[in-house]
């Protein structure tokens, strides 16, 4: 046969076969699989997976998953997401093409979800609009609005001298056993009027103090706005490491969407104890107090998707409260010097006023917000003063303890400051409305708590928050609006206060007469 004829006969053959195969339907999906070589404390090692990308959640037996970490020559170090005792050297671990992701949507609020999604409340499943990667590029700077408006706590210590700004990071520290976890629920609590959705993620925490927590916000009605994601103290070190990645991409869902959205990481000292483990495990080089190099980059990747959108990006907020431990009151450590130059400022629980019953124990000198001002509603202006006022009588009371003789003006500092730190008290899960501050701070700055005894001061505050209605309807309205007190309604305040704490004011003792 001539060549020519041959080589059309085998282009008509192979054409031939292309039509019969096109609208073949493969009767399966072509898989990559490997195996397990090793198994530890959490980690797996993986080897025969050779296109496997840096982050790709690898799936096991018995509907286990983990995410592809350390990727060598000849074996992937695996974070497992679950227990790694269902595991043996040889089961068989297949690619899933995709990297970890969360389910989002407006189900989850009011649910008990863990880091991977699933309902650990109860109440049955839950149908889910989209799924979203626990990890996300932060928006870029020209995607964001300055943050100017306020997010109440509900706390007086807060809002008046450390005020928080909505897509603000304000980090909460201090020793074990100091309220840090009761000021986040607080201001939880806070929002049930104020269109904010509530996240609550806890991570390395005893089952009993979340089911604590969760039934609070249930008996106050927060669940209504509220999504609590929990990594369990005995989950594995993955679940730990995944849980506030997870939670902060269900706080980007309802951000995208023009919402505000409150987000608590309680704590990240256990998050950064995981992600210590787990390194050590992979065999990565440990650093300062063993932990990794990149211990910073976790906890920055993480505080930087927090952020207020620009309105062009529909305007929503994401506000980060990041809570760690310290130990012996050491705001030096690693972790804490690391989470302190990565947020917008930090609120500082002393042990020395917990112990003295000074409730919420925030110290006033070491706590300090970097947004200020710029997040206060005008009317907190009328009481700008009071911070500088404690601030004067701490130095003096410190002063005094020396026995020195005390002239009439240091002793006037004193009593005034006495009556400063007894009207910062405040009981647990009672936050109190902005109007309801602003009428206490600001008698207390005027001196109208000055001739009440110390034991008479939560008393007289009562009365206050039990008359509310005396002060009028245009007032109250007024302190929550973006122009400062005028000094009209400043004196009608003062006037109304003045008569209602009166009974409680002390009375001369009159001069015995002379015989």
Excluded: W
């Excluded at 020396?402 to 009439?408: H, I, M, N, Q």
Aim: some cysteine.
């Amino acid at each position: 046969m001539p060549s020519n004829d041959l080589n059309k006969s085998i282009k008509s053959i192979f054409s031939r076969l292309d039509e019969s195969i096109k609208d073949f339907d493969y009767p399966f999906t072509p898989r990559e699989v490997g195996y397990v070589t090793g198994v530890a404390t959490g980690i797996v090692k993986v080897s025969g997976l050779p296109g496997a990308g840096f982050e790709e959640l690898l799936k096991f037996p018995g509907n286990l998953f983990g995410i592809a970490y350390n990727i060598d020559k000849d074996e992937i170090g695996t974070i497992l997401l679950g227990e790694d005792t269902l595991l043996n050297a040889g089961d068989q671990v297949e690619r899933t093409g995709r990297v970890m992701d969360i389910p989002v949507g407006d189900a989850l609020i009011g649910r008990v979800i863990n880091p991977i999604g699933e309902p650990i409340d109860g109440k049955g499943e839950i149908a889910y609009n989209e799924r979203l990667p626990i990890e996300r590029p932060a928006h870029a700077i020209m995607d964001r609005s300055p943050v100017n408006t306020p997010l109440q706590t509900g706390l007086k210590v807060i809002d008046a001298l450390i005020p928080i700004g909505r897509g603000q990071r304000e980090l909460i520290l201090g020793d074990r056993q100091t309220g840090k976890t009761a000021i986040a629920i607080d201001t939880i609590l806070n929002q049930h009027d104020k269109k904010v959705l509530c996240i609550y993620c806890a991570i390395g925490q005893r089952a009993s103090a979340v089911a604590k927590v969760v039934a609070n916000l249930q008996a106050k009605g927060a669940m209504e706005y509220t999504v609590v994601v929990v990594a369990e103290g005995n989950n594995s070190a993955g679940l730990k490491y995944i849980a506030p990645y997870a939670a902060t991409s269900i706080g980007e869902y309802f951000m995208e969407q023009g919402r505000d959205v409150l987000i608590i990481y309680d704590d990240l000292t256990a998050h950064a104890r995981s992600y210590r483990e787990l390194s050590l495990l992979l065999k990565r080089p440990p650093g300062r107090e063993a932990f990794p190099g990149d211990i910073f980059y976790i906890h920055s990747r993480l505080l930087e998707r927090a952020t207020h959108l620009s309105k062009a990006l529909k305007g929503g907020s994401l506000t980060a409260l990041p809570v760690i431990e310290t130990e012996a009151q050491d705001i030096s450590a690693y972790i804490p010097t690391n989470l302190i130059s990565i947020t917008d400022g930090q609120i500082y629980l002393s042990p020395t006023l917990f112990e003295s019953g000074i409730l919420p124990a925030v110290d006033v000198g070491k706590s300090v917000s970097r947004v200020g001002g710029n997040a206060q509603l005008p009317a907190f202006r009328s009481i700008s003063d009071l911070k500088l006022q404690y601030s004067q009588f701490e130095e003096l009371e410190s002063f005094a303890r020396f026995g020195t003789r005390l002239d009439e003006n240091t002793q006037k500092t004193i009593n005034h400051g006495n009556r400063i730190r007894e009207c910062l008290k405040q009981n647990e899960l009672t936050p109190l409305s902005v109007p309801e501050q602003i009428i206490i701070l600001l008698s207390l700055t005027s001196g109208l708590f000055d001739d009440i005894i110390i034991e008479k001061i939560q008393d007289a505050e009562t009365a206050l928050l039990s008359n509310m209605n005396k002060f009028s309807a245009e007032i109250l309205k007024g302190l929550l609006s973006d122009k400062p007190l005028n000094d009209q309604d400043h004196d009608a305040i003062l006037k109304i206060a003045g008569e209602l704490i009166a009974p409680f004011k002390e009375k001369p003792v009159p001069a015995q007469s002379q015989t």
